[in-house]
């Protein structure tokens, strides 16, 4: 296979994936020999449904298939989603991320950990938490270097969440501390 750019992947797939109702994310071709890989990443607001991906792939290998350019020789396509370690580069993953905790790496130097807020044209509300106490700033897009979405263990305050804007979509609900449950607390005596 004549190994197709990574802008030639793009101009083959952008209005088919619009169309099913997906952000073109990322497009990586790799070249391996005799057999490359291509790999899609796709998103959409309401995020994705991992079983509706078989089904995008095999129109995307259609699309592959459709077209001369891309020769006879095997390669690997792969259809994926962003991975929590996804940079957020545009607006759309800013307002995707809401109420996430994330890592901001400022144009002048300055970092810190926040959790994104409400996205108002070009630029987001964020809630810091400084000496225990929660406040709230707003950061122009443009003066973010890198910015990376956290891992986190535990649920946020309602507090917090509430600063970030409430509850969105399928992100977790703020924590209620009425609602307490202790998970597999080891046994007493046991190394667990």
């Not at 169309?19 to 959409?44: C, P, Q």
């Not at 792939?57 to 994926?80: N, W």
């Not at 994330?102 to 108002?120: K, Q, T, W, Y």
């Amino acid at each position: 296979m004549p190994v197709p750019s990574k802008e030639r992947v793009v101009e083959l797939l952008v209005d088919l994936v619009r169309e099913r109702g997906y952000d073109l994310e990322d497009v990586n071709v790799i070249a391996a020999g005799k057999h490359s890989a291509v790999r899609v990443m796709v998103d959409r607001e309401e995020g994705v449904d991992l079983d509706a991906l078989p089904e995008l792939s095999r129109e995307i290998s259609d699309a592959f298939d459709a077209v001369t350019d891309f020769g006879e020789a095997p390669y690997t396509l792969e259809v994926t989603t962003p991975g929590i370690d996804r940079p957020l580069t545009e607006a759309r993953h800013w307002r995707r991320a809401r109420g996430r905790k994330v890592r901001v790496e400022l144009a002048d130097g300055g970092a810190f950990e926040c959790r994104v807020g409400v996205l108002d044209g070009d630029s987001v509300t964020v809630v810091i938490k400084q000496k225990g106490v929660l406040s709230t700033r707003a950061v122009s897009l443009s003066d973010i270097v890198k910015a990376v979405v956290q891992v986190e263990f535990s649920r946020p305050s309602a507090e917090e969440m509430d600063l970030a804007g409430g509850v969105v979509g399928s992100r977790p609900s703020p924590a209620n501390t009425d609602e307490i449950v202790d998970v597999e607390a080891p046994e007493e005596g046991s190394n667990k």
